[in-house]
């Protein structure tokens, strides 16, 4: 609540701002008499830097008085939206819009665009048009750290002409102050994942655990080693990981407790969704990604790595081309991010060698040995009495050489037969049909 209430008081400030500067854009157009020759007469608010998060934001990106205009115009449609209203004035010589106020209508509502921020700053100077395009271009901070966003990709408008608005994330933080996280979609093809589970919950061999124990005291003190003892220019920022290793060794649940241990999101990328058919749209859809996490120091999981990190293809025709191309896409990327990026793979040996050299950390998930299969057993099957007396799980964990994930599959498998079945206790013949099942998928026997 005091979040919210920190941002009222400053939006309420920025808005009257926002409203002098709209009354005089269009009394000046319109030839009647004004109080200012120009709008940047009009100074915007000044703000407790510390006092809201709207405050912070001006602060800590250094907004101008452009991009700052651009921020509350954003705004408005969401907390004042009669303040725009004016902007519907017909144009009576045509009997239609003024085109010079930009705009698109969205459910009858006005939605500002480039047009409508370029004609508020300078009305028909060309200079300050200009200013608005470079503000629009996708690697501007604003648009590429996720703050404003422009439909011009998705509907293929030019960027003045399309409609101008504010990420969900980021219209969260300055009104209620409450944290937004992206949802998964076609245009944000990650989703966050977390486990209620904890590092007691997790097996690992030894030399495995002492790795993952590395790599989390990277993500909390990196900033330290690069800043406070001087190291930014000797080392690159943020830490390149691939876990390789046998599936169901633990190498997702891994990348889940090193952000619940490090406090960062942990966002999984669905390379489904981010190769697309079309040449370039490949890219465009990780450098969302990248964009985001960048500033958000979030961890980025690349789960079945090998489909887009595979080894290069020989260049036969165009399709090979543009492939290594989106190859050569991602080294970049990676090597440039100031996060943690994990990458699994069942196969260390499909991972192509020119990224394998950009690692910092490459950790081996092997397969459990019998003393930490037998671990996974006691803490995988149910309490109490579930388990018939002849279940014998030190000789389970002995004869078969399982994944923690295989055991889970096999218990689950147990447990529901012994449930439809009257709820009666699991017994050892469940168990090593599960077992079987498991090997089977494997092409192995028990």
Not at 15 to 30: E, G, H, M, T
Not at 162 to 176: I, Y
Not at 244 to 265: E, I
Not at 348 to 374: C, G, H, K, Q, S
Request: glycine share 8%; charged share 25%; net charge negative.
């Amino acid at each position: 609540m005091d979040a919210l209430r920190a941002n009222a008081a400053d939006l309420r400030l920025e808005l009257d701002w926002l409203a002098r500067v709209i009354d005089a854009r269009f009394k000046l157009y319109f030839d009647e008499p004004c109080d200012v020759a120009d709008v940047l007469e009009l100074e915007p608010p000044v703000l407790d830097p510390e006092g809201s998060n709207y405050a912070r934001l001006v602060r800590g990106m250094g907004l101008t008085y452009v991009e700052r205009l651009a921020v509350i115009l954003c705004l408005t449609p969401h907390v004042r939206p009669r303040l725009i209203n004016v902007f519907h004035t017909r144009n009576q010589t045509f009997e239609r819009r003024f085109t010079e106020f930009g705009g698109a209508l969205q459910h009858d509502a006005f939605v500002p665009t480039g047009e409508t921020l370029a004609w508020l700053i300078g009305g028909e100077d060309i200079e300050r048009r200009f200013l608005v395009q470079l503000l629009l271009e996708h690697d501007h901070d604003l648009i590429r750290e996720g703050v404003l966003v422009t439909g011009a990709e998705t509907s293929g408008m030019p960027a003045m002409q399309a409609p101008l608005g504010m990420s969900e994330e980021t219209l969260a933080r300055l009104t209620t102050g409450r944290t937004h996280r992206p949802g998964f979609s076609s245009a944000f093809p990650a989703e966050r994942i977390g486990s209620p589970l904890g590092w007691d919950d997790l097996v690992l061999h030894p030399r495995t655990r002492a790795q993952i124990d590395e790599i989390a005291d990277w993500i909390r003190h990196g900033d330290t080693l690069l800043d406070a003892w001087g190291m930014r220019d000797k080392l690159r920022p943020g830490i390149r990981c691939l876990f390789h290793g046998p599936p169901g060794t633990g190498k997702t649940m891994t990348a889940q407790l090193l952000g619940q241990a490090t406090g960062r999101d942990v966002y999984r990328i669905d390379l489904s969704m981010v190769v697309s058919k079309y040449i370039g749209e490949t890219e465009k859809n990780l450098a969302r990604v990248f964009d985001r996490a960048q500033s958000r120091g979030w961890i980025l999981f690349f789960d079945e790595a090998d489909a887009l990190f595979g080894r290069r293809v020989e260049t036969r025709d165009a399709h090979d081309r543009y492939a290594n191309q989106e190859i050569a896409y991602l080294l970049q990327r990676i090597e440039s991010f100031d996060a943690a990026a994990i990458l699994a793979s069942n196969q260390r040996e499909n991972i192509d060698d020119a990224f394998a050299r950009r690692f910092e950390t490459i950790v081996y998930f092997p397969m459990p040995r019998a003393e930490e299969r037998l671990r996974l057993w006691r803490a995988s099957v149910p309490g109490g009495e579930r388990l018939g007396p002849g279940v014998d799980l030190d000789a389970l964990a002995h004869d078969h050489a399982l994944s923690g994930g295989s055991i889970m599959n096999a218990i689950r498998f147990a447990a529901l037969r012994a449930i439809a079945d009257g709820e009666r206790p699991i017994e050892a013949a469940d168990l090593v049909t599960g077992i079987r099942r498991e090997l089977a998928k494997e092409g192995r026997t028990a």
